[in-house]
């Protein structure tokens, strides 16, 4: 029987049970926790210090650690609708600071052109918002015409905060008011070393037949240190004929 180390964490495949749907996009893998749990029960023995213990069955998990971001398999965990390369409204959000001499305008191209519906807004460093006029700005107000903001020379040097929706192509999660938690089959794919031959490879694979979402499903937390997210597959009673897992290795 060969000794094996693991020193990759591994790859994943999920097949969604209702539509057989494949999922193969997970990115960066950190780890990949799998724990399978004996549950048992306890009777007490009046004649004796040990009780009596008693199967009752097994549970088990799989939790993935992951050190990149995917909205597809977020969506499919989570029940969402994902919908791939279409026309989208992404919100953009800037600090900026209008000039203190002319030209009184900020041009955010490198952002994107600016939609008119909804309509660009702008706050000051107090959060009152200037008002919005098709041309010739006086104090408190702006224009926007493609990419460039204007403004009037008496709220030169000012501190502004801008916000308007660029549409691009992209790609778009919908969590439904209600949605219902799916079931895949999962495949962890793999590699080891062998203890005593680290330069010998072993490829593995193991199946879980059912498993469910479970737990909490966090996105990475936005921050100046780059984080992670993890999620949770609970093993669920596999389909008719099928195991609850299966392992194979090379040999």
Known sequence: MAKLVYKKAGHIELVRHSDSARFLGFGVVQSIDIS??????NLEDGNSDWDLVFSQGKDGDITVNLNSFQPKIYAALSGATFTENSSVAVRHIIESRIPSSAPYTIDVKN???????????VHDATDSPYVNVSSTPTT???????????????????????????SETGDKMEVPEQSTRSIFQM????????????????????IFNSVAPTGDLKPPTRSRTPGGWSFTMAMQRPRAGQKPVDYRVAR
């Open 36 to 41: 399978i749990n004996q549950k048992t029960s």
């Open 111 to 121: 952002e994107g052109t600016p939609a008119t519906d909804p309509v660009p807004v």
């Open 140 to 166: 408190g107000q702006f224009s926007v015409s493609g990419s460039v903001f204007t403004f009037s020379s008496a709220d030169a040097g000012q501190e502004v905060v801008l916000a308007f929706d660029v």
């Open 187 to 206: 495949i962890i794919a793999g590699e080891a070393v062998l203890a005593e031959d680290e330069g010998t490879i072993k490829h593995d694979s193991m």
